[in-house]
Nanobody, 124 residues
Framework: QLQLAESGGGSVQAGGSLTLSCRVS????????LGWVRQAPGKEREGVAG???????LYADSVRDRFTVSFDNNKKTLYLQMNNLKPEDTGMYSC??????????????????WGQGTQVTVSS
C-alpha cells in the first residue's frame, strides 16, 4: 500500500521561495507518475507538476520556469521547489501517485494515491 506524507508548506511573501517534500512509502515499481496537485479555495484541483520513473517531467503552464519537481529515489522523497511565488499560487498542495501506466498526464484524474496536503500561502 502506497503512503504519501507532505511537509514544507508555509507562508511567504510574493517573490519568495518554498520547497515542499513528500515521503513516499511502499513504492516498489518503476512504472509510476508522482505529482503535485493544488487546490485554491473555491477552485477545482489543478495538476502542478509530475515526474515519472524515467525522469520525464510535466508542468502546468502557470508554473513552468518557476517550479521544479524532482524525486530522490534513495530517500523515496518527492520535492517541489517553488520560486518567484505569486499570490495565485496559494492553495493546499498535495502529492499524488499513479501506478497504472508510467506516464504523467495533464489533470488529476489519473492519480489514485493521495497525501493529506500542506498549505501554501503567498501574500502580496
Amino acid at each position: 500500500q502506497l503512503q504519501l506524507a507532505e511537509s514544507g508548506g508555509g507562508s511567504v511573501q510574493a517573490g519568495g521561495s518554498l520547497t515542499l517534500s513528500c515521503r513516499v512509502s511502499g513504492l516498489s515499481y518503476w512504472t509510476y507518475c508522482l505529482g503535485w496537485v493544488r487546490q485554491a479555495p473555491g477552485k477545482e484541483r489543478e495538476g502542478v507538476a509530475g515526474i515519472n520513473g524515467q525522469g520525464g517531467l510535466l508542468y502546468a503552464d502557470s508554473v513552468r520556469d518557476r517550479f521544479t519537481v524532482s524525486f530522490d529515489n534513495n530517500k523515496k522523497t518527492l520535492y517541489l521547489q517553488m520560486n518567484n511565488l505569486k499570490p495565485e499560487d496559494t492553495g493546499m498542495y498535495s502529492c499524488a501517485a499513479d501506478l497504472s501506466s508510467g506516464y504523467c498526464y495533464e489533470g488529476v484524474d489519473a492519480y489514485y494515491y493521495w497525501g493529506q496536503g500542506t498549505q501554501v500561502t503567498v501574500s502580496s
